[in-house]
């Protein structure tokens, strides 16, 4: 039998294992709750790889499937089936879904050891690569809506895993709510496109597309593809819809690494690439798509500079590291986003799991100002969190140097592009080389700034065997990702090759406008160059003048308050939107119209009513005697009545 035929079972592993310790976890012992939990999502990956494999083995024009599994929602026109599409974009999604996703729920099985609702964490994992593997898979925009939903509602539920903390709890609530925001434009995109297209499937809307006049298709799909993206931005956590992000740092460590490398974040990306042939034929929204991604990787990388928490200055460099993708999808540049997708997911995934062994390691101590001297107690840790940090940096021969090289080239010989775009780019190389030459030195390096214990094993120390393989796995990826994606000077490109079904319908003549090796070369040269000064720079200030930091925090104490007070758009959001909105609803809406109208009148109403009854009541009185004067009067009344009705007539 075909694994080929049946490749949508991978999705079920993962829903059943969420069920079983959602259900039942309760009464589970901790080490069957993992094994149900990693099994689970280790036979999704042994699917997905077995999958990749055979259709490698595929003729390039017969890599892309549809599987119909039932018909969801049937009325008049309207036909949406629960139906999924294998294609080379999606199978590489699914491959960093389920492989990131399987070593992040290994990690976590030593790291959330001994935790309350042990089962509750594992049920939430196992349902965030289901909702996610729907997300990729859907054939659709309304099965992609379900998984996007989905994996909206496992962040809330993982980023306010310890509920009882007050600031996870609101963490999560920013989370989903901000999300919920992006998420109106997003549906609002899915309902023009059934309004124009007639259908929510992909490929009868491509193939519409492809086959129509550009000057008839570009109108309608610029107000699509702009609410489209509004989703991406609240999901990737763009400017302005990011300040979710480094808040969602109140989860576990292994959610954060989740998060930021295999899940939520990436989905912007890939419903943008899925999308490719409307956006390649949208160019304003193209271009605001750039904007927003360039400005997104400034800010953010700015930002990360004079961050104190480890797992923030990750969070923010995440923002950054997507501002990037945007840019390179902004540039038509869709297969060197991905590119930069997959290397990102496992430096980002070593990066955020080997901060999860510094933080396990000093009992929860995430400012890196209280750390330093840990290289000589976390070997492992140190060694290949070095690894992932010269990828996110751009060193030649790691997987950051080929994907962000790629970025840079594109955005330099599309069409698209802009020297803007290019020279921010550039920038942050070197400010991205700073902040993470940054975090290694005041972490690994220098005199012990934690409080050491007196007992040996209460002191720093390599976590399990269990946590450190997946940090080592992942550093050998953090290394030969890379090379999928070759730049030309270099040889094929041969990711770029895989993932041409996936953008056929996209016009030839957007992409690229053709330039020398030589140029590519100079481009390449000036970025390492970049990295190198950033690189340098942070060993001056960190390792050879530590005197540096204060005397430069000093002088520049005015740019050094914007950026600790991450240029005040939080607080901008808190005067803009949240007070009005507080006040308009507290005391106009609640104290004004709730209290004063609505409750003033509905109880007066009450106490008319009530008043009338006790007046009226009194005809009830139990006596006798009452009754026959109530009898009496109303005999009077009726003969009075007859008597002038007969008093009148007579007199007519």
């Not at 491509?206 to 298709?217: D, L, M, R």
């Not at 140190?382 to 840079?408: E, R």
Request: glycine share 8%; with cysteine; proline share 4%.
């Amino acid at each position: 039998m075909s694994v080929l035929e049946h490749y949508w079972v991978l999705i079920l592993f993962p829903l059943i294992g969420a069920v079983v310790n959602g259900i039942f976890g309760r009464s589970f012992a901790q080490w069957l709750i993992a094994w149900i939990s990693c099994l689970a999502s280790g036979l999704s990956f042994l699917v997905g790889l077995l999958t990749f494999l055979e259709l490698r083995q595929q003729p390039s024009e017969a890599r892309t499937m549809s599987s119909h599994l039932f018909t969801w929602i049937e009325s008049g026109d309207l036909v949406v089936g629960c139906s999924f599409l294998l294609d080379p974009l999606s199978m590489v999604m699914i491959l960093i879904i389920t492989g990131i996703g399987f070593l992040i729920h290994l990690y976590s099985v030593a790291y959330m050891a001994g935790e309350d609702g042990y089962y509750r964490y594992f049920a939430y994992l196992n349902l965030f690569i289901f909702m996610m593997s729907i997300l990729v898979l859907a054939d659709n925009y309304l099965l992609m809506f379900v998984g996007w939903e989905g994996v909206g509602l496992c962040s809330y539920l993982l980023i306010g895993y310890y509920f009882e903390k007050p600031s996870a709890g609101n963490a999560a609530k920013k989370a989903f709510l901000i999300n919920r925001v992006g998420d109106v434009g997003f549906i609002l995109g899915v309902f023009l496109i059934f309004r124009h297209f007639g259908t929510f499937a992909y490929r009868p809307i491509f193939a519409t597309i492809t086959n129509s006049p550009e000057s008839v298709v570009t109108f309608s799909l610029g107000t699509i593809t702009l609410l489209l993206f509004i989703g991406a931005i609240g999901k990737s956590a763009q400017i302005p819809l990011h300040i979710w992000l480094p808040d969602a740092m109140e989860g576990p460590t292994p959610v954060s690494a989740l998060i930021h490398a295999a899940t939520m974040v990436t989905a912007g990306i890939y419903m943008i690439a899925r999308s490719a042939p409307l956006y390649s034929r949208a160019p304003e929204t193209l271009f605001v798509i750039a904007i927003v991604g360039t400005v997104t990787a400034l800010i953010a990388a700015l930002i990360a500079l004079t961050e104190r928490d480890i797992k923030k200055v990750l969070a923010y460099s995440t923002i950054s590291q997507l501002g990037y993708m945007f840019i390179a999808v902004g540039v038509g540049a869709f297969g060197a986003s991905i590119f930069h997708l997959i290397t990102h997911a496992f430096f980002k995934a070593l990066l955020f799991l080997g901060s999860g062994s510094v933080i396990l390691a000093l009992h929860h101590e995430q400012n890196i100002f209280r750390m330093g001297g840990l290289r000589k107690y976390l070997r492992a840790t140190f060694y290949s969190m070095w690894i992932a940090t010269l990828a996110i940096m751009g060193a030649p021969f790691f997987s950051g140097f080929f994907s962000k090289d790629q970025i840079l080239w594109k955005t330099f010989e599309s069409p698209h592009g802009n020297i803007v775009f290019l020279l921010v780019e550039i920038l942050v190389v070197g400010l991205t080389a700073f902040y993470m030459s940054r975090l290694m030195f005041l972490v690994f390096y220098g005199r012990e700034r934690f409080q050491v214990t007196s007992k040996p094993h209460m002191d720093p120390h390599e976590p399990s065997s269990i946590m450190t393989v997946p940090l080592i796995i992942l550093a050998f990826f953090s290394i030969i990702t890379g090379y999928i994606g070759l730049p030309s000077y270099l040889g094929i490109n041969r990711l770029e090759e895989f993932l041409s079904p996936s953008f056929q319908d996209i016009p030839k003549g957007t992409i690229t406008i053709g330039h020398s090796y030589t140029e590519e070369l100079v481009l390449t040269g000036i970025t390492v160059a970049i990295a190198m000064i950033g690189f340098l720079v942070a060993h001056q200030i960190y390792i050879n003048n530590k005197q540096l930091p204060k005397l430069l925090t000093a002088r520049l104490s005015w740019l050094y308050r914007i950026l600790e007070d991450k240029f005040l758009i939080d607080e901008l959001y808190n005067s803009v939107l949240i007070k009005p909105i507080h006040v308009l609803s507290s005391k106009i809406l609640w104290k004004a119209v709730d209290v004063s109208i609505i409750d003033g009148f509905i109880n007066g109403v009450a106490t008319l009513m009530q008043r009338c009854s006790y007046t009226i009541r009194r005809i009830q009185s139990g006596y006798v005697r009452t009754y026959a004067i109530w009898i009496l009067g109303g005999t009077i009344l009726i003969f009075l009545y007859y008597y002038l009705t007969l008093f009148q007539v007579r007199i007519e």
